[in-house]
């Protein structure tokens, strides 16, 4: 019994199947799976052709790009510009000041070496109190002498001085009158020589002009200023100032396109140090004079709003407009190019570009700005759209494989 129980084994083949149909029915499978997976990965566009494509930037665009008439460059210049110095030759003892420095008109800057002219200012100091002290015993001098002839002359009317006595009397009279001229002459002319010494003192004191602020500092204390700067080592100049109040830009503007423009015009000034903010202009001036050698004429427009963060000789570009700017035209949209823009049952679509591939996106639209299109949602400004998109791409939200084509 033991020997059969040993004999006995189940038999796994399946009834009608044989060994090579198995095999083959295997690779059928796996060749569907194939196929199954290669649709899949079609399908979802892994394996899809890429499709040739133009892209566009979403971009911030300034209503006054639409009622501009010319635009010119140029840079920001200050109408009030000095390169402060002394009169006198002198060395630099005291620098106040530095680059970026605000100063008021009067404001001491710098001085220079002034020990003798102050030593001369205090001599005609003392000098005019001399003659101060001199004036008032001239005055009682005289003083003296007009009682002294009003005495003798009532005297001599009654005979108790002599014509003698009575003639001392009034030359004593006449010298205190001349001592009392003398004495106020040499007061007047202390008192001159007073204030050419404070004046002397003075010229070593540089102070600002105007309210400024300082540009560059062009000495160092211990160099020699001197007005003419003939010297070796000597400086002409101590600092240059510029009014802030008085920036400008000056750009040159054609010959041929002068006739659209005019004084007050109003103006968009952009700098390129702050590409994002445009300034409100006005132009100042149509300096009237050409330059041959480019046939250009000079024009200076002026900032309306006061900014601290605009500094001469920055670049800037100016739009000449048609009119003034409402308020809501003085801030930036975001618009896109309207040939990106696709429609469909009512609804705007665009294809936002996301690496090597493309997907639409629903976007909310505005009015039209210039030759774009203001769009209000689904996308914002720095995105790349698809441009003309054409009816190969997928819509409802499947990816599509591109190939961006440069223009």
């Given at each position: 019994?033991t020997d059969?129980i040993?004999?006995?084994k189940?038999?796994?083949?399946v009834p009608g199947?044989?060994k090579k149909k198995?095999?083959?029915?295997?690779k059928?499978g796996?060749?569907?799976?194939v196929v199954?997976?290669?649709?899949?990965?079609f399908i979802?566009g892994?394996l899809?052709?890429?499709?040739?494509?133009?892209v566009t930037?979403?971009?911030k665009?300034?209503?006054?790009?639409?009622i501009?008439?010319?635009?010119?460059s140029?840079y920001?210049?200050p109408?009030?510009?000095?390169a402060?110095a002394?009169?006198?030759?002198?060395?630099?003892v005291?620098?106040?000041v530095?680059?970026g420095s605000?100063v008021?008109?009067?404001?001491?800057?710098a001085r220079l070496e002034?020990?003798d002219?102050?030593a001369?200012?205090?001599?005609?100091?003392?000098?005019l109190?001399v003659?101060t002290?001199t004036?008032q015993?001239?005055?009682?001098?005289?003083?003296?002498?007009e009682?002294?002839?009003?005495?003798n002359r009532?005297?001599?009317?009654?005979g108790?001085?002599s014509?003698?006595?009575f003639?001392?009397?009034a030359?004593?009279?006449q010298?205190a009158?001349?001592?009392?001229?003398g004495a106020e002459a040499?007061i007047?002319a202390?008192?001159a020589a007073?204030?050419?010494?404070g004046?002397a003192?003075?010229?070593a004191?540089?102070?600002a002009?105007?309210?400024?602020?300082?540009?560059?500092?062009?000495?160092d204390?211990?160099?020699i200023?001197t007005?003419?700067?003939a010297?070796a080592?000597?400086?002409?100049s101590v600092?240059?100032?510029a009014?802030?109040g008085?920036?400008?830009v000056?750009?040159?503007?054609?010959?041929s396109?002068l006739?659209?423009?005019?004084?007050?015009?109003p103006c968009?000034?952009?700098?390129?140090?702050?590409?994002?903010?445009?300034f409100r202009?006005?132009?100042?001036?149509?300096v009237p004079t050409a330059?041959?050698?480019r046939?250009t004429?000079?024009?200076k427009v002026?900032f309306?709003?006061?900014d601290?963060?605009?500094l001469?000789?920055m670049?800037?570009?100016?739009?000449?407009l048609q009119?003034?700017?409402?308020?809501?035209?003085?801030?930036?949209?975001?618009?896109?190019n309207?040939g990106?823009?696709?429609?469909r049952q009512s609804?705007r679509?665009?294809?936002l570009?996301k690496?090597?591939?493309?997907?639409e996106?629903q976007?909310?639209?505005?009015?039209?700005?210039?030759?774009?299109?203001e769009v209000l949602?689904?996308v914002?400004a720095g995105?790349?759209?698809l441009?003309?998109?054409?009816?190969k791409?997928?819509?409802?939200?499947?990816k599509n494989?591109i190939k961006?084509?440069e223009k």
């Amino acid at each position: 019994m033991t020997d059969d129980i040993t004999r006995l084994k189940i038999d796994k083949a399946v009834p009608g199947v044989t060994k090579k149909k198995r095999t083959v029915m295997l690779k059928i499978g796996a060749a569907g799976a194939v196929v199954l997976l290669l649709g899949l990965l079609f399908i979802s566009g892994i394996l899809s052709p890429a499709i040739p494509v133009e892209v566009t930037l979403v971009s911030k665009v300034y209503p006054s790009q639409t009622i501009t008439l010319l635009n010119a460059s140029g840079y920001v210049v200050p109408q009030r510009k000095a390169a402060v110095a002394s009169k006198v030759t002198g060395r630099l003892v005291a620098l106040m000041v530095e680059e970026g420095s605000r100063v008021k008109k009067g404001d001491i800057l710098a001085r220079l070496e002034n020990d003798d002219a102050v030593a001369v200012s205090e001599q005609a100091a003392a000098n005019l109190s001399v003659m101060t002290e001199t004036r008032q015993q001239a005055l009682a001098e005289q003083h003296d002498s007009e009682l002294s002839f009003a005495r003798n002359r009532e005297l001599m009317e009654k005979g108790y001085v002599s014509r003698q006595e009575f003639d001392f009397a009034a030359a004593r009279r006449q010298k205190a009158m001349a001592g009392v001229a003398g004495a106020e002459a040499g007061i007047r002319a202390a008192r001159a020589a007073l204030k050419g010494a404070g004046v002397a003192v003075e010229y070593a004191l540089i102070r600002a002009p105007f309210d400024a602020v300082v540009l560059t500092k062009n000495a160092d204390i211990g160099d020699i200023v001197t007005p003419l700067g003939a010297a070796a080592n000597a400086r002409a100049s101590v600092v240059t100032l510029a009014d802030m109040g008085s920036l400008q830009v000056e750009v040159d503007v054609a010959e041929s396109n002068l006739s659209q423009v005019k004084r007050e015009q109003p103006c968009e000034i952009q700098l390129d140090a702050f590409p994002e903010k445009r300034f409100r202009g006005r132009v100042h001036m149509i300096v009237p004079t050409a330059d041959r050698t480019r046939a250009t004429i000079l024009v200076k427009v002026a900032f309306i709003d006061a900014d601290a963060r605009i500094l001469p000789e920055m670049s800037a570009k100016v739009a000449f407009l048609q009119r003034p700017l409402t308020a809501e035209e003085e801030s930036p949209r975001t618009a896109v190019n309207p040939g990106a823009v696709t429609e469909r049952q009512s609804s705007r679509f665009v294809y936002l570009v996301k690496g090597e591939e493309a997907v639409e996106v629903q976007v909310t639209l505005g009015a039209a700005v210039g030759d774009m299109v203001e769009v209000l949602g689904g996308v914002k400004a720095g995105d790349k759209v698809l441009l003309r998109p054409t009816g190969k791409l997928k819509t409802g939200g499947h990816k599509n494989r591109i190939k961006i084509v440069e223009k």
